[in-house]
């Protein structure tokens, strides 16, 4: 399934934050996620992995990237 | 009760639907029909409607305007969903029957059908029916959409079989895929023209563990609807649906 399931990696835990998010926007300091079905999450954080082949995942986790 | 209708591609889920539906209208009850083939687009005319219902799709804006509709929370979004809250221009109607559409693949290079699968998916799971009514999933062909997890929101499986090797080998596949779920699955056979052959498909299927509850004869009727693109009713093909959806309900009353 091409739509993924993001997450933030928090350090002690992998939080989901939204299911079947079709659009991922870049700002300021996060995203913003939106889904299929028209929900919106702005979330702070950087990108960990992205997984686009088995579980469809996007990982973010706190601060910026390395 | 949420039925999926399951099967080789060819082995006769939209006549299947097509016939259960129109029983099911004869019975008083009130009968939706998924229509979630991405590929093929007749089952509306087999329902005995002029045009088809505006696909689902459309509510999120359709593949090409998918980005911009996005930005808006539909009815899609809501936790639950009852048939009343289904956009009229959505739903189509005739005689106590109910059709929507999901989407279909309608351009070449216009990519993969994953938001159709995750909007079926939600569809079905928030889909809430009240006790007399029942949703028939004319599903796609094969075993992809359990894959996808399409199949959760379902409440059984009726696997749609007919006299080859190849349709043998997928309702095996089904069958182990929809256990895997814990949702029950049960065969009809179709196109049969002997007793022999439905012996020897029933012997088939049982020893794969799959319990057959009707049987659809080869009908000239249903042959010639389907070829002239015209609603399926009447003939013995239809009286044979009448057991198979007698079967169903009393299956269900004991389930409850």
Known sequence: ?????????????EKEIMKDVARIEAEGKG?????????REFIEGSIQTVDLMDEHFVMLRKGKPN | MKISVCGKGGSGKSVLTSLLANEAISRGLGILVVDSDESNSGLFKMLGFEKPPIPLMELIGGKKRLKEKMRNPNVLAESHLSIKDIPSQ????????MLVSIGKILHSLEGCACPMGVLNREFLKKLRLSENEIAIIDMEAGVEHFGRGIDEGIDRVLLVVEPSFESLTVAEKIKGLASGMNKPVSAVLNK??????????????KTRDIEVIGTIPNDPLVFEACLEGQAIGGGKAFHA??????????????MD
């Open chain 1, 31 to 39: 995203f913003w996620l939106i889904n299929l079905f028209g929900e």
């Open chain 1, 1 to 13: 399934m091409c739509l993924s399931t993001v997450y933030m990696n928090s350090g002690y835990e």
């Open chain 2, 241 to 254: 649906a009448g057991k198979v959806l007698g079967n169903l309900l009393s299956e269900n009353r004991e």
């Open chain 2, 192 to 205: 049969i023209d002997s007793e022999r052959i439905a012996h020897k498909l029933e012997g088939e299927l």
């Open chain 2, 90 to 97: 959505h739903l189509i109607r005739r005689n106590g029957l």
